[in-house]
């Protein structure tokens, strides 16, 4: 095993913990490995959301140029900043075992949610899902890392600010004074880390497989399904959560409207044998297509009309 693994990665604090968690396990099975860590314009743009970018994979795409061109053999992301398709040349190996999948909202002190007030979450999904649940609030976009957006709220006269539970715990960031959200449906993938390498890089497709997680990797996939059924990329308010709970799965899934206003959900349960030796279309696109028939189209074309 001469041949050394170049690991390529954001160089975020998160980003960073994540590629050395892999870093370490591979050299754990006996391979050699270093860092390349990149910036990608998500990090370089700061004063814009997200969606007014207009980029898919605004995180991932300096990484898979730097594989496609040969500067690195493999990239660590967060799972949910991965677009659904992946580029021509670059496949999924691993999906590592998932932390929390919660969202938390990090406060400054008690709040009384019946009075208005101000959150702040650059995420399309969180701000729809508050706003439904308390229109009488204010939603401000919140850009950057994780410590970053730590200060921003320190910094502002905002209540409190929505996170990822995963991303502050991996860097021992938590503050005491948060709160889950557990009525707020995940992003599809929140917490899950996924290594990808070329699609003809048999060596490195071999090694990283070694780190994949069966649970993690069947529920991610059909919460990516059904967010890729949807058409939603990043731009869109979609949550989905599956889970593996004894010898079932359970899942969840929403689509609410840029305000908040509309909200579609469903659920659906199933053996996981069942799942495993089904020959039929998976639980993530039949859900979906589900969800299109009952007014889900309807309301994706309202979202897509709105974000032009």
């Known amino acids: 095993m001469d041949k050394i693994i170049r690991i390529g990665t954001r160089d975020s604090e998160l980003a960073l913990w994540q590629a050395n968690t892999v870093k370490s396990q591979l050299e754990n099975l006996g391979y050699k490995t270093e860092l390349v860590a990149v910036k990608s314009t998500g990090d370089l743009i700061l004063d814009k959301p997200l969606y007014e970018l207009g980029i898919t994979g605004i995180f991932t795409k300096t990484l898979d140029i730097a594989m496609l061109n040969g500067t690195v ?116 993938a929140q917490g899950a880390m996924v290594i990808v390498a070329l699609e003809n890089d048999a060596f490195n497709k071999e090694a990283t497989s070694k780190l994949n997680d069966s649970t993690s990797e069947i529920c991610t996939t059909i919460e990516r399904l059904f967010l890729k059924t949807l058409e939603g990329g990043c731009t869109a308010p979609i949550g989905a959560l599956a889970e593996i709970i004894d010898d079932s799965i359970q899942f969840k899934g929403c689509l609410f409207s840029l305000d908040g206003t509309q909200k579609l959900e469903i659920a659906r349960s199933i053996k996981v044998d069942n799942y495993l030796n089904t020959t039929q279309e998976n639980l993530g696109i039949s859900v979906a297509k589900e969800l299109l028939e009952n007014g889900g189209k309807e309301l994706m074309l309202k979202i897509k009309n709105a974000l032009k």
């Open 73 to 188: 053999d493999i990239a660590v992301h967060s799972m949910k900043d991965v677009p659904t398709a992946l580029p021509k040349g670059i496949v999924q190996t691993a999906v590592l075992p998932r932390a929390t999948s919660e969202d938390i909202l990090v406060k400054k002190e008690k709040i009384d949610y019946s009075q208005p007030c101000i959150v702040a979450t650059g995420s399309l999904r969180r701000k729809a899902q508050w706003l439904h649940r308390y229109p009488h609030h204010s939603v401000v976009d919140l850009r950057g890392n994780v410590n970053t957006r730590l200060q921003k709220l320190t910094d502002n006269n905002w209540e409190g600010a929505v996170f990822a539970k995963a991303g502050l715990k991996r860097i021992n960031v938590l503050p005491e004074n948060h709160e889950t959200l557990d009525w707020m449906i995940p992003a599809p």
